[in-house]
């Protein structure tokens, strides 16, 4: 029969949300570089320059074709190899997660200006705006409105993938459970624990994204 020790959860939970607490400061570090990353990755991809077209396929193509683990061992332990120089576990967490992050991301704003009716661009251009003009006040603010919902799925997806930065020692929530659960062996307890925080983040952000597509929908109407 299972002994349930509910004195482990409690004794265990500030430690744990100091981990979740890192948990959401590299998702959210992550998914802000690999916005930017993404936005100029997802320009690319359409880009008429068909070796900057290819460039940015090749970066996409390879990020979503290789599994996230291996992108933070090379970047933690094969890169250092070749430079020469120790990576910090932060840097080297933050380097990969926005890096795989801006590959999705690119292919949800490539799929978001797309969306956009071509008028829209050629209205810009009879204004006497330049192609970059048309794109940073025209295209791209409408894009931004309908890539909101897939951009809060990559934060969630990010969210969970960060607990794979364990593997090289770094304290977010995952690890934080893994050295209690080595401490005081309490294996069911805290991992229920961990499991409930992550559905907390994930349910908390779900219903911020429904937050802004509403307003973005609301604000469109007037």
Request: charged share 15%; hydrophobic share 50%; proline share 4%.
């Amino acid at each position: 029969m299972l002994d349930f020790d509910f004195n482990l959860i409690v004794d265990s939970f500030p430690l744990l949300l100091m981990g979740a607490g890192v948990t959401v400061q590299i998702t959210a570090l992550s998914v802000g570089f690999g916005l930017l990353i993404g936005m100029f990755v997802g320009i690319a991809r359409l880009s008429t320059l068909w070796p900057v077209k290819m460039l940015a396929a090749i970066y996409v193509d390879f990020i979503r074709g290789t599994p996230l683990l291996v992108q933070i061992f090379l970047i933690y332990f094969a890169l250092p190899l070749m430079v020469g120089q120790r990576i910090d576990p932060f840097i080297a967490a933050i380097t990969a997660c926005s890096v795989n992050s801006g590959a999705y991301v690119a292919e949800i704003f490539r799929s978001g200006i797309q969306s956009i009716d071509k008028g829209q661009t050629e209205a810009g251009r009879s204004l006497g705006m330049t192609w970059a003009q048309t794109m940073r006040y025209i295209i791209l603010p409408q894009a931004f409105k309908r890539i909101i919902p897939p951009l809060g799925n990559e934060f969630i997806a990010m969210l969970k993938d960060s607990s794979l930065v364990s593997v090289i020692g770094f304290e977010e929530l995952t690890r934080r459970g893994q050295l209690i659960i080595a401490r005081t062996y309490g294996s069911f307890e805290i991992w229920l624990t961990v499991a409930f925080i992550y559905l907390i983040m994930t349910f908390t952000i779900s219903r911020l994204v429904d937050y802004l597509e509403r307003r973005y929908k609301t604000d469109d109407k007037h």
